[in-house]
């Protein structure tokens, strides 16, 4: 029998209460108290993964080291605790209803009719189990997307309460978010949708065992009191979550009101000495008090959602602390930005990041900033399409080949500077199949990126479909575009350099993936520094 604990984290009264950064948060201070601890998120919709949605649907596609695309929760996991996550960690209804029907065709279920209680019930049991199974863990956070009562997260809320029946006391408990809205008319907080919310949890067996509490005022000892009796819980499980100006000062919230402390108590965890968060503490000083101030472009297409970006917006935070200096970064739609206003555009700022992204939809104009940094001597960070722009801008406006392309773009462009691996050619189903997950990377000495990693032989994440042409290579590197990363094996471009500019990197994989509080990126920092860098000198012009 596994000594694993089992915390399951539900939603109530609406979504985006932020469950993600609460599941984060209380295991960042259950790390700190000595725990080996990792969270996992289930997500009810019939998608196999979050690799064939659009931005615009959940935000961005986050990208674990073992190749997962999975929900952008998953990146808070890792920022909040610096363990890396897996497949394992994200589980959709699409996944589970895949395996058991394989399951179903390889005649696993004997004859019996396969059904949602037990099949797919087991199915989610045994995915939840994976983790507490595998001995590296004494704590398993489960967070279940969606809201109570919704049809889809029916089989979910099922499989908690056959898990707590199972696991026994103390072993599992539910926290349940839930919204106190404020009606300003009336100048009241309002306890009754949670009320009703903990009942539709009731109705499927569940009982709250802390209520954490969303809220724009402070809820008074008298207000939780009456939660506490309405809703069955526990006096002291009752929990306020305030808004907070950043997500990272949530844990140290969380502490006051002594989430981690009465969570362990459930658990029969022994609470120990108070949680070591020196170094998250050091960073929110530092996040907090910076020196200075530069101002980052973001040029995307996806720009309007702030989660399209997540991991990069949060990038820019640690790098940003680690300089001392706050990190403005200013959205700029590429479809907006072409020859005739780049510079309107982009004259107040001080570096500029294209965006990762997929077809034509607002690449001229990445292709117009890029050119515009080259020009202009502005720092320059292209991350996956972001490089490839670089490498077609080279091509049109050095090179001289002005319809130079990438064939995901341009299928008959004459210089696919950017085209299609082999393997690739033959793919014909959409999801799982672009290069995923981490890939090693040779760094070249006398670079740019040398200084920046400590190490030669790096290891980074990818998600994309097209190549650096190697077709191309000589003529860029003659022409001064540099090649300083390859993968060690295949000889596939990564990153490419422009020595002759003060700092111009274009990266095929995604830094923003592997950025944490305890370990900023090494090239946000780098290119944070560029930025700042650039600022002082053209204040002091
Ligand atoms: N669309 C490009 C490719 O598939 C870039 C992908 C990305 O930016 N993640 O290669």
Same mark, same amino acid.
């Given at each position: 029998m596994s000594t694993t604990k089992y915390i399951f984290v539900t939603g109530g009264v609406s979504s985006s209460l932020g469950k993600g950064i609460i599941a984060a948060s209380l295991a960042k201070l259950l790390q700190a108290r000595g725990y080996r601890v990792t969270i996992q998120k $289930?997500? =009810?919709?019939i998608n196999v993964d979050p690799g064939t949605l659009n931005p615009y649907e959940h935000g961005e596609c986050y990208v674990t080291d073992d190749g997962a695309e999975t929900d952008l929760d998953l990146g808070h996991y890792e920022r909040f605790l610096n363990v890396p996550t897996s497949q394992a960690n994200n589980v959709?209804?699409?996944?589970?209803?895949? +395996?058991?029907?394989?399951k179903e065709r390889r005649g696993e279920f004997l004859g019996k009719t396969v059904q949602v209680v037990p099949h797919i019930t087991n199915e989610i049991k045994e995915r939840v189990q994976i983790l507490g199974n595998s001995g590296d863990f004494d704590i398993v956070i489960t967070e279940i997307g969606g809201t109570v009562g919704d049809i889809e997260s029916l089989p979910y809320i099922e499989s908690v309460r056959q898990m707590k029946w199972d696991l026994g006391a103390n072993n599992s408990l539910v926290i349940h978010l839930t919204l106190i809205p404020y009606l300003s008319a009336a100048g009241e907080l309002k306890t009754k949708p949670t009320q009703h919310s903990v009942k539709t949890l009731m109705e499927s067996g569940i009982q709250a065992d802390i209520l954490v509490c969303r809220t724009e005022h402070e809820l008074s000892q008298e207000l939780k009191d009456k939660l506490a009796l309405f809703c069955n819980v526990e006096k002291g499980? *009752?929990?306020? +979550?305030?808004?907070?100006?950043?997500?990272? @000062?949530? =844990?140290n919230m969380m502490r006051e009101e002594g989430l981690d402390t009465i969570t362990l108590k459930k658990l029969n965890l022994e609470v120990g000495e108070a949680p070591k968060l020196e170094v998250w503490n050091q960073f929110l000083t530092r996040h907090k008090n910076p020196k200075a101030s530069v101002n980052i472009g973001l040029i995307g297409k996806y720009v309007e959602l702030q989660d399209s970006y997540k991991s990069i917006l949060e990038a820019f935070i640690h790098a940003g602390a680690a300089n001392e200096v706050k990190v403005n970064v200013e959205p700029i739609h590429s479809e907006h930005i072409d020859a005739?206003?780049? +510079?309107?555009?982009?004259?107040?700022? @001080?570096?500029? $990041? *294209?965006? !990762?992204? /997929?077809?034509?939809?607002?690449?001229?104009?990445?292709?117009?900033?890029?050119?515009?940094?080259?020009?202009?001597?502005? !720092?320059?960070? %292209?991350?996956? $399409?972001g490089m490839q722009m670089?490498?077609?801008?080279?091509?049109?406006?050095?090179? %001289?080949?002005?319809?130079?392309? +990438?064939?995901?773009?341009s299928k008959n462009t004459s210089h696919p500077v950017i085209? $299609?691996?082999?393997?690739?050619?033959? *793919?014909?189903?959409? %999801? %799982?199949t672009m290069r995923l997950g981490s890939w090693e990377c040779k760094i070249e000495p006398n670079s740019i990126v040398s200084t920046i990693y400590a190490n030669e032989i790096i290891n980074e994440r990818h998600r994309h479909r097209y190549e650096y042409n190697d077709h191309y290579r000589d003529e860029l590197e003659k022409a001064g575009m540099r090649t300083t990363g390859t993968n060690p094996k295949t000889g596939l471009v990564e990153i490419i350099e422009l020595p002759?500019? =003060?700092? /111009?990197?274009?990266?095929?994989?995604?830094p923003e993936y592997k950025s944490t509080v305890a370990n900023p990126h090494p090239l946000f920092v780098g290119f944070v520094k560029a930025a700042h860098k650039y600022s002082k000198q053209t204040t002091d012009k």
């Open positions: $289930l997500d =009810p919709y959709t209804t699409g996944r589970i209803y895949q +395996s058991v029907i394989e499980a *009752v929990i306020q +979550s305030i808004d907070a100006s950043t997500i990272y @000062d949530v =844990p005739s206003n780049i +510079s309107e555009e982009l004259k107040n700022l @001080d570096a500029i $990041l *294209v965006a !990762p992204g /997929f077809g034509e939809r607002g690449v001229e104009g990445k292709i117009e900033a890029v050119r515009y940094a080259r020009e202009n001597n502005l !720092p320059y960070f %292209g991350i996956c $399409l670089a490498v077609i801008e080279y091509a049109r406006n050095v090179l %001289g080949y002005a319809d130079a392309n +990438s064939s995901e773009m085209n $299609l691996m082999e393997e690739q050619k033959h *793919v014909t189903n959409m %999801g %799982g002759e500019h =003060p700092w /111009f990197v274009g990266v095929q994989y995604h």
